[in-house]
Protein backbone atom coordinates (compact mmCIF):
# COMPACT_ATOMS: atom_id res chain seq x y z
CA UNK A 1 0.00 0.00 0.00
CA UNK A 2 1.21 3.74 -0.21
CA UNK A 3 1.59 5.56 2.88
CA UNK A 4 2.45 9.35 3.23
CA UNK A 5 5.54 9.77 5.22
CA UNK A 6 6.69 13.02 6.31
CA UNK A 7 10.58 13.31 5.67
CA UNK A 8 11.61 16.35 6.88
CA UNK A 9 9.90 19.84 7.23
CA UNK A 10 8.25 20.53 4.14
CA UNK A 11 9.14 17.12 2.84
CA UNK A 12 6.49 14.49 2.23
CA UNK A 13 6.34 11.37 0.04
CA UNK A 14 4.03 8.23 -0.94
CA UNK A 15 6.24 5.16 0.74
CA UNK A 16 5.59 1.85 -0.79
CA UNK A 17 4.64 -0.01 2.79
CA UNK A 18 3.89 -3.44 3.51
CA UNK A 19 0.02 -3.87 4.51
CA UNK A 20 -0.59 -4.03 7.81
CA UNK A 21 -2.27 -7.33 9.19
CA UNK A 22 -4.60 -8.44 11.83
CA UNK A 23 -1.94 -8.88 14.44
CA UNK A 24 -4.08 -9.43 17.67
CA UNK A 25 -7.96 -11.24 17.50
CA UNK A 26 -9.01 -7.53 18.97
CA UNK A 27 -7.76 -5.97 15.95
CA UNK A 28 -9.59 -4.59 13.25
CA UNK A 29 -8.26 -3.21 9.65
CA UNK A 30 -9.78 -0.04 8.55
CA UNK A 31 -9.55 1.65 4.71
CA UNK A 32 -9.60 5.24 4.46
CA UNK A 33 -12.49 7.23 3.16
CA UNK A 34 -11.35 10.14 4.10
CA UNK A 35 -8.58 11.55 6.69
CA UNK A 36 -7.26 15.40 7.37
CA UNK A 37 -5.06 17.11 9.70
CA UNK A 38 -4.76 17.12 13.48
CA UNK A 39 -3.75 21.09 13.55
CA UNK A 40 -0.51 19.77 15.11
CA UNK A 41 0.14 17.96 11.86
CA UNK A 42 1.02 21.51 10.27
CA UNK A 43 3.20 21.81 12.71
CA UNK A 44 5.21 18.80 12.30
CA UNK A 45 5.17 19.67 8.95
CA UNK A 46 7.29 22.96 9.22
CA UNK A 47 9.40 21.72 11.24
CA UNK A 48 8.38 23.70 14.39
CA UNK A 49 7.85 20.18 16.79
CA UNK A 50 10.29 17.98 18.09
CA UNK A 51 9.69 15.14 16.07
CA UNK A 52 11.63 16.79 12.81
CA UNK A 53 14.61 14.53 12.87
CA UNK A 54 12.47 11.60 13.23
CA UNK A 55 11.61 11.02 9.44
CA UNK A 56 10.68 9.46 7.72
CA UNK A 57 7.78 8.21 9.56
CA UNK A 58 3.68 7.54 8.39
CA UNK A 59 1.92 10.78 9.09
CA UNK A 60 -1.87 11.57 9.80
CA UNK A 61 -4.01 10.69 13.11
CA UNK A 62 -7.46 11.54 11.71
CA UNK A 63 -9.68 9.36 9.62
CA UNK A 64 -12.97 7.58 9.02
CA UNK A 65 -13.10 4.70 7.06
CA UNK A 66 -14.47 1.24 5.86
CA UNK A 67 -13.88 -1.93 8.33
CA UNK A 68 -12.12 -4.24 5.52
CA UNK A 69 -11.28 -7.37 8.03
CA UNK A 70 -11.64 -7.90 11.42
CA UNK A 71 -9.87 -10.35 14.63
CA UNK A 72 -12.15 -12.90 16.15
CA UNK A 73 -12.51 -11.04 18.90
CA UNK A 74 -13.71 -8.00 17.78
CA UNK A 75 -17.08 -8.87 18.15
CA UNK A 76 -19.22 -5.17 17.59
CA UNK A 77 -17.84 -4.35 13.96
CA UNK A 78 -18.46 -6.29 10.74
CA UNK A 79 -16.86 -5.85 7.31
CA UNK A 80 -18.16 -2.68 5.73
CA UNK A 81 -19.07 -0.67 8.48
CA UNK A 82 -18.24 2.63 8.22
CA UNK A 83 -16.41 4.10 11.76
CA UNK A 84 -14.23 6.76 13.17
CA UNK A 85 -10.99 6.18 14.63
CA UNK A 86 -9.54 7.57 17.76
CA UNK A 87 -6.40 8.78 16.91
CA UNK A 88 -4.74 6.62 20.12
CA UNK A 89 -3.94 3.57 20.53
CA UNK A 90 -6.09 2.57 23.96
CA UNK A 91 -6.49 -0.71 25.68
CA UNK A 92 -10.23 0.24 26.56
CA UNK A 93 -10.06 -1.80 29.88
CA UNK A 94 -7.49 -0.41 32.08
CA UNK A 95 -7.78 1.67 35.17
CA UNK A 96 -7.32 5.03 33.40
CA UNK A 97 -8.96 3.60 30.26
CA UNK A 98 -12.18 2.76 32.55
CA UNK A 99 -12.01 6.17 34.07
CA UNK A 100 -13.00 7.92 30.99
CA UNK A 101 -8.81 8.88 30.39
CA UNK A 102 -7.62 6.44 27.17
CA UNK A 103 -5.06 8.74 25.78
CA UNK A 104 -3.20 7.96 29.34
CA UNK A 105 -3.85 3.97 28.93
CA UNK A 106 -1.47 2.39 31.36
CA UNK A 107 -0.57 0.03 28.41
CA UNK A 108 0.13 2.20 25.77
CA UNK A 109 1.06 5.43 27.21
CA UNK A 110 1.06 7.99 24.87
CA UNK A 111 0.98 5.26 21.45
CA UNK A 112 -0.97 7.01 18.31
CA UNK A 113 -1.08 6.96 14.66
CA UNK A 114 0.97 9.60 12.54
CA UNK A 115 3.99 10.28 14.94
CA UNK A 116 6.54 8.24 16.02
CA UNK A 117 5.71 7.58 19.64
CA UNK A 118 5.77 3.96 21.75
CA UNK A 119 5.80 2.15 18.85
CA UNK A 120 5.19 2.16 15.31
CA UNK A 121 1.15 2.25 14.97
CA UNK A 122 0.88 3.63 11.07
CA UNK A 123 -0.40 6.70 10.08
CA UNK A 124 -3.90 7.88 8.91
CA UNK A 125 -2.80 9.22 5.42
CA UNK A 126 -2.09 5.60 4.39
CA UNK A 127 -4.08 3.11 2.68
CA UNK A 128 -5.05 0.78 5.42
CA UNK A 129 -4.35 1.03 8.97
CA UNK A 130 -4.74 -1.49 11.66
CA UNK A 131 -6.82 -1.02 14.95
CA UNK A 132 -5.94 -2.36 18.32
CA UNK A 133 -8.76 -2.70 20.19
CA UNK A 134 -11.49 -2.11 17.67
CA UNK A 135 -14.37 -2.50 19.55
CA UNK A 136 -13.58 0.20 22.34
CA UNK A 137 -11.16 2.81 19.28
CA UNK A 138 -13.74 2.64 16.47
CA UNK A 139 -17.20 4.77 16.26
CA UNK A 140 -19.80 3.76 14.22
CA UNK A 141 -20.58 6.88 11.82
CA UNK A 142 -24.56 7.38 12.00
CA UNK A 143 -26.19 6.11 8.90
CA UNK A 144 -26.42 8.58 6.30
CA UNK A 145 -23.66 11.02 7.29
CA UNK A 146 -21.27 12.24 5.25
CA UNK A 147 -17.86 10.84 6.26
CA UNK A 148 -15.79 13.52 4.51
CA UNK A 149 -17.20 15.96 6.97
CA UNK A 150 -16.43 13.94 9.73
CA UNK A 151 -12.62 13.04 8.87
CA UNK A 152 -11.67 14.99 12.37
CA UNK A 153 -14.21 13.04 14.86
CA UNK A 154 -11.13 10.90 16.73
CA UNK A 155 -9.40 14.06 17.48
CA UNK A 156 -9.82 17.87 16.77
CA UNK A 157 -13.56 17.50 16.37
CA UNK A 158 -14.24 15.72 19.53
CA UNK A 159 -12.20 18.45 21.52
CA UNK A 160 -15.02 20.83 21.20
CA UNK A 161 -17.26 18.45 23.05
CA UNK A 162 -14.44 17.66 25.60
CA UNK A 163 -13.51 21.03 26.50
CA UNK A 164 -16.24 22.62 26.96
CA UNK A 165 -19.56 20.45 27.93
CA UNK A 166 -18.51 18.89 30.93
CA UNK A 167 -17.31 22.50 32.13
CA UNK A 168 -20.67 24.38 31.90
CA UNK A 169 -22.90 21.66 33.53
CA UNK A 170 -25.30 23.33 36.20
CA UNK A 171 -24.02 26.83 34.82
CA UNK A 172 -26.90 29.34 34.13
CA UNK A 173 -26.51 30.81 30.63
CA UNK A 174 -23.42 29.98 29.98
CA UNK A 175 -20.29 32.19 28.29
CA UNK A 176 -17.78 30.92 26.50
CA UNK A 177 -14.12 32.50 25.06
CA UNK A 178 -12.27 30.80 21.87
CA UNK A 179 -9.21 31.89 20.94
CA UNK A 180 -8.42 30.46 17.95
CA UNK A 181 -5.33 30.09 15.58
CA UNK A 182 -3.82 26.81 15.47
CA UNK A 183 -6.70 25.99 12.23
CA UNK A 184 -9.67 24.11 13.11
CA UNK A 185 -9.68 23.27 16.97
CA UNK A 186 -11.39 26.67 17.91
CA UNK A 187 -13.60 26.37 15.03
CA UNK A 188 -14.87 23.22 16.43
CA UNK A 189 -15.39 24.22 20.47
CA UNK A 190 -17.20 27.16 18.62
CA UNK A 191 -19.74 24.83 17.05
CA UNK A 192 -20.28 22.93 20.34
CA UNK A 193 -20.29 26.12 22.65
CA UNK A 194 -23.26 27.95 20.46
CA UNK A 195 -25.15 24.72 19.23
CA UNK A 196 -25.27 22.20 22.52
CA UNK A 197 -23.88 24.69 25.38
CA UNK A 198 -25.89 27.34 24.18
CA UNK A 199 -23.74 29.84 25.45
CA UNK A 200 -22.94 33.21 24.77
CA UNK A 201 -19.75 32.63 22.59
CA UNK A 202 -17.11 35.33 21.85
CA UNK A 203 -14.45 33.90 19.10
CA UNK A 204 -11.18 35.72 19.09
CA UNK A 205 -8.81 35.62 15.96
CA UNK A 206 -6.69 37.59 13.47
CA UNK A 207 -7.25 35.60 10.61
CA UNK A 208 -10.03 36.45 8.24
CA UNK A 209 -11.07 32.75 6.87
CA UNK A 210 -11.23 31.41 10.02
CA UNK A 211 -12.89 34.16 11.61
CA UNK A 212 -15.66 34.27 8.67
CA UNK A 213 -16.55 30.55 9.68
CA UNK A 214 -16.93 31.09 13.46
CA UNK A 215 -19.39 34.03 12.25
CA UNK A 216 -21.01 31.42 10.34
CA UNK A 217 -21.54 28.97 12.92
CA UNK A 218 -23.38 32.05 15.21
CA UNK A 219 -20.30 33.11 17.29
CA UNK A 220 -19.71 36.71 17.76
CA UNK A 221 -16.56 37.42 16.46
CA UNK A 222 -13.77 39.99 17.56
CA UNK A 223 -10.33 40.46 17.22
CA UNK A 224 -7.63 38.82 19.08
CA UNK A 225 -5.60 42.19 19.50
CA UNK A 226 -8.81 44.57 20.70
CA UNK A 227 -10.16 44.31 24.06
CA UNK A 228 -10.42 40.74 25.56
CA UNK A 229 -13.80 39.91 27.74
CA UNK A 230 -13.81 38.97 31.74
CA UNK A 231 -16.67 37.38 32.23
CA UNK A 232 -16.19 33.41 30.52
CA UNK A 233 -17.42 30.75 32.41
CA UNK A 234 -14.83 28.60 29.97
CA UNK A 235 -12.23 29.69 27.93
CA UNK A 236 -10.46 27.48 25.32
CA UNK A 237 -7.14 28.52 24.09
CA UNK A 238 -6.17 27.06 20.98
CA UNK A 239 -3.92 28.95 19.53
CA UNK A 240 -0.68 28.13 20.50
CA UNK A 241 0.66 31.31 20.94
CA UNK A 242 1.51 32.50 24.33
CA UNK A 243 0.81 35.86 24.20
CA UNK A 244 -2.94 34.67 23.35
CA UNK A 245 -2.97 31.97 26.08
CA UNK A 246 -2.18 34.84 28.36
CA UNK A 247 -5.54 36.44 27.11
CA UNK A 248 -7.63 33.59 27.75
CA UNK A 249 -6.27 32.99 31.31
CA UNK A 250 -7.33 36.12 32.06
CA UNK A 251 -10.76 35.83 30.35
CA UNK A 252 -12.68 33.71 33.14
CA UNK A 253 -14.43 34.66 36.21
CA UNK A 254 -13.55 33.99 39.27
CA UNK A 255 -12.74 30.23 39.73
CA UNK A 256 -13.79 29.56 36.17
CA UNK A 257 -12.03 27.12 33.29
CA UNK A 258 -9.32 27.42 30.72
CA UNK A 259 -8.58 24.85 28.59
CA UNK A 260 -5.42 24.76 26.24
CA UNK A 261 -5.10 22.62 23.17
CA UNK A 262 -2.80 24.43 21.21
CA UNK A 263 0.26 22.53 22.27
CA UNK A 264 3.75 24.12 23.35
CA UNK A 265 6.79 23.30 22.82
CA UNK A 266 8.67 25.75 24.95
CA UNK A 267 8.23 26.69 28.49
CA UNK A 268 5.73 29.48 28.44
CA UNK A 269 6.00 32.51 30.95
CA UNK A 270 2.56 32.45 32.89
CA UNK A 271 0.70 35.38 34.79
CA UNK A 272 0.93 33.22 38.11
CA UNK A 273 -0.22 36.06 40.75
CA UNK A 274 -3.00 37.06 38.54
CA UNK A 275 -4.15 33.63 38.11
CA UNK A 276 -4.16 32.73 41.87
CA UNK A 277 -6.03 36.53 43.06
CA UNK A 278 -8.97 35.12 40.32
CA UNK A 279 -9.29 31.25 40.80
CA UNK A 280 -8.22 30.08 37.35
CA UNK A 281 -8.54 26.20 36.74
CA UNK A 282 -6.11 25.73 34.19
CA UNK A 283 -6.26 22.06 31.94
CA UNK A 284 -3.32 21.58 29.51
CA UNK A 285 -3.19 18.04 28.01
CA UNK A 286 -4.49 15.80 24.81
CA UNK A 287 -7.85 15.17 24.40
CA UNK A 288 -9.45 11.50 25.03
CA UNK A 289 -11.39 11.62 21.74
CA UNK A 290 -13.53 8.42 21.97
CA UNK A 291 -15.11 9.20 25.42
CA UNK A 292 -16.34 12.33 23.58
CA UNK A 293 -17.01 10.62 19.86
CA UNK A 294 -20.23 9.36 20.85
CA UNK A 295 -22.07 12.66 21.59
CA UNK A 296 -20.51 14.58 18.55
CA UNK A 297 -21.27 12.15 16.17
CA UNK A 298 -24.66 12.33 17.46
CA UNK A 299 -25.35 15.68 17.27
CA UNK A 300 -23.41 15.67 13.78
CA UNK A 301 -26.79 13.59 13.07
CA UNK A 302 -29.47 15.04 14.22
CA UNK A 303 -28.27 18.35 13.00
CA UNK A 304 -27.29 20.45 15.75
CA UNK A 305 -23.57 20.25 14.77
CA UNK A 306 -21.82 21.57 11.43
CA UNK A 307 -19.04 20.27 10.91
CA UNK A 308 -18.92 20.92 7.10
CA UNK A 309 -18.44 25.02 7.69
CA UNK A 310 -15.24 23.80 9.12
CA UNK A 311 -13.34 22.05 6.36
CA UNK A 312 -11.87 24.27 3.96
CA UNK A 313 -11.05 22.50 1.55
CA UNK A 314 -11.70 18.95 -0.09
CA UNK A 315 -8.98 16.92 -2.26
CA UNK A 316 -7.90 13.59 -4.27
CA UNK A 317 -6.15 11.78 -1.54
CA UNK A 318 -3.32 11.91 -4.96
CA UNK A 319 -2.79 15.41 -3.73
CA UNK A 320 -1.75 14.43 -0.32
CA UNK A 321 1.90 15.96 -0.48
CA UNK A 322 1.47 18.84 -2.27
CA UNK A 323 -1.66 20.47 -0.61
CA UNK A 324 -0.14 19.56 2.77
CA UNK A 325 3.15 21.15 1.71
CA UNK A 326 1.73 24.20 -0.20
CA UNK A 327 1.18 27.84 1.58
CA UNK A 328 -3.01 27.53 1.22
CA UNK A 329 -3.00 24.19 2.79
CA UNK A 330 -5.77 25.44 4.55
CA UNK A 331 -7.39 25.17 8.37
CA UNK A 332 -8.69 21.71 7.49
CA UNK A 333 -7.92 20.43 4.43
CA UNK A 334 -9.80 16.76 3.69
CA UNK A 335 -8.17 14.06 1.79
CA UNK A 336 -10.63 11.67 0.08
CA UNK A 337 -9.84 7.62 -0.89
CA UNK A 338 -11.68 5.86 -2.93
CA UNK A 339 -14.04 3.13 -0.84
CA UNK A 340 -12.80 -0.39 -1.13
CA UNK A 341 -13.32 -2.51 -4.06
ZN1 LIG B 1 -4.07 15.49 17.04
ZN1 LIG C 1 -5.94 1.35 28.72
Not at 66 to 71: A, H, L, N, R, S
Amino acid sequence: MRALMFVAPGQLRFDEVDDPTIVDPTDALVRPLAATTCDLDHHVIAGKTPFTGFGPFPLGHECVGTVVEVGPDCTRYRVGDVVGVAWHIACGTCARCAAGLPARCLLHRDAQYGLPVNGAWGGTFSELIRVPYADYNLAPLPAGADPVHLASIGDNLALGWETTMPRIQGVDEPRIGVFGGTGSIGLYVTDVAVHCAKAQTVYYDDDPARMAVAERLGAEVRDIDGRIARDFHVAVDASCDPEKLRKALLSVVPEGWVNSVGIYFQDVELPLLALYQRGVNFHNGKGMARPNMTPVLRHVADGTLHPELVTSGVYDWDQLPEVLTSPDAGHKPVFTLAPPA
